[in-house]
C-alpha cells in the first residue's frame, strides 16, 4: 500500500528566504508525482507534475525534484513572498492505477 | 476553457438526509474522480469513473455512498442518509481521455464543503 508522507507539517520563514518542502513514498512503482498548492477554504492548483522518467520540474521559482529510486521529492521555493503562504499538497500515480495517494502536506507560511 | 466545476460550493444537511455533490469536468474530458478532505486529514480517494461506468471504487464506503457519470450531465455523488462524520469537503477532478497524448494530468474542482447539523 503506497503510503506518502510530508515532512514538516508546518513551516513558518521570513519573506525572502528559499526554502525546501520534503514529500516521500514507500512504492517506487509511480507513474507521476504531483505538487499542489491548497489555499483555506479552496481547491487544489496544480504546481508541477514530475512523470517517473524526469529528475525535475521547473516553473517560475518552483522547482521540484523526483528520486524514485529513494522514494523522495523535494519542492523547492525561491525568494519567498508573503503570497506564497498556503498548504502544499505532494501526490503520487501509481503505476497501473489512475487514483492519486496524497501526503497530508505542509503549511507554509512566509512572515512579511 | 472553464475548469473544472461544481455545485453547490456549501452544503449543509441535517443528519438523516440526503446529500447529492454535482460535478461539471473540464471540456472533453471524460474521466472524473472524487476525493474526501475529512478535517485535518490529508486528500482520500474514492471513486474513478468514465461516461456511464464506474472503473475503480476501492474507496468508497460500502454503505450509503454512491456515484455516476452518465451519458449526458454532470458526475453526481450522492450520499445518503447523512451522519455528521461525513461533514467534509468533497473534491472532484477529471482528465484527458487516455492515449491522447498528455500525462493525464488531472484538474481539481473547487470542491463542496459539507456540514452535516
Same mark, same amino acid.
Given at each position: 500500500?503506497?503510503?506518502?508522507?510530508? !515532512?514538516?507539517?508546518?513551516?513558518?520563514?521570513?519573506?525572502?528566504?528559499?526554502?525546501?518542502?520534503?514529500?516521500?513514498?514507500?512504492?517506487?512503482? !509511480?507513474?507521476?508525482?504531483?505538487?499542489?498548492?491548497?489555499?483555506?477554504?479552496?481547491?487544489?492548483?496544480?504546481?508541477? #507534475? !514530475?512523470?517517473?522518467?524526469?529528475?525535475?520540474?521547473?516553473?517560475?521559482? #518552483?522547482?521540484?525534484?523526483?528520486?524514485?529510486?529513494?522514494?523522495?521529492?523535494?519542492?523547492?521555493?525561491?525568494?519567498?513572498?508573503?503570497?506564497?503562504?498556503?498548504?502544499?499538497?505532494?501526490?503520487?500515480?501509481?503505476?497501473?492505477?489512475?487514483?492519486?495517494?496524497?501526503?497530508?502536506?505542509?503549511?507554509?507560511? !512566509?512572515?512579511? | 476553457?472553464?475548469?473544472?466545476?461544481?455545485?453547490?460550493?456549501?452544503?449543509?444537511?441535517?443528519?438523516?438526509?440526503?446529500?447529492?455533490?454535482?460535478?461539471?469536468?473540464?471540456?472533453?474530458?471524460?474521466?472524473?474522480?472524487?476525493?474526501?478532505?475529512?478535517?485535518?486529514?490529508?486528500?482520500?480517494?474514492?471513486?474513478?469513473?468514465?461516461?456511464?461506468?464506474?472503473?475503480?471504487?476501492?474507496?468508497?464506503?460500502?454503505?450509503?455512498?454512491?456515484?455516476?457519470?452518465?451519458?449526458?450531465?454532470?458526475?453526481?455523488?450522492?450520499?445518503?442518509?447523512?451522519?455528521?462524520?461525513?461533514?467534509?469537503?468533497?473534491?472532484?477532478?477529471?482528465?484527458?481521455?487516455?492515449?491522447?497524448?498528455?500525462?493525464?494530468?488531472?484538474?481539481?474542482?473547487?470542491?463542496?464543503?459539507?456540514?452535516?447539523?
Amino acid at each position: 500500500k503506497q503510503e506518502v508522507t510530508q !515532512i514538516p507539517a508546518a513551516l513558518s520563514v521570513p519573506e525572502g528566504e528559499n526554502l525546501v518542502l520534503n514529500c516521500s513514498f514507500t512504492d517506487s512503482a !509511480i507513474y507521476n508525482l504531483q505538487w499542489f498548492r491548497q489555499d483555506p477554504g479552496k481547491g487544489l492548483t496544480s504546481l508541477l #507534475l !514530475i512523470q517517473s522518467s524526469q529528475r525535475e520540474q521547473t516553473s517560475g521559482r #518552483l522547482n521540484a525534484s523526483l528520486d524514485k529510486s529513494s522514494g523522495r521529492s523535494t519542492l523547492y521555493i525561491a525568494a519567498s513572498q508573503p503570497g506564497d503562504s498556503a498548504t502544499y499538497l505532494c501526490a503520487v500515480r501509481l503505476q497501473g492505477a489512475q487514483k492519486l495517494v496524497f501526503g497530508q502536506g505542509t503549511r507554509l507560511t !512566509i512572515n512579511p | 476553457n472553464a475548469g473544472v466545476m461544481q455545485n453547490p460550493r456549501h452544503l449543509v444537511r441535517r443528519r438523516g438526509q440526503e446529500a447529492r455533490l454535482r460535478c461539471s469536468p473540464m471540456k472533453g474530458h471524460s474521466h472524473v474522480y472524487w476525493y474526501r478532505q475529512l478535517p485535518e486529514e490529508g486528500l482520500k480517494f474514492m471513486v474513478y469513473l468514465q461516461k456511464e461506468n464506474i472503473i475503480d471504487e476501492s474507496g468508497m464506503p460500502k454503505e450509503r455512498f454512491s456515484a455516476e457519470f452518465p451519458k449526458e450531465g454532470p458526475s453526481i455523488l450522492r450520499i445518503q442518509q447523512v451522519v455528521r462524520g461525513d461533514s467534509a469537503a468533497y473534491f472532484c477532478a477529471s482528465s484527458v481521455l487516455q492515449g491522447g497524448g498528455s500525462y493525464n494530468e488531472q484538474f481539481f474542482g473547487p470542491g463542496t464543503r459539507l456540514t452535516v447539523l
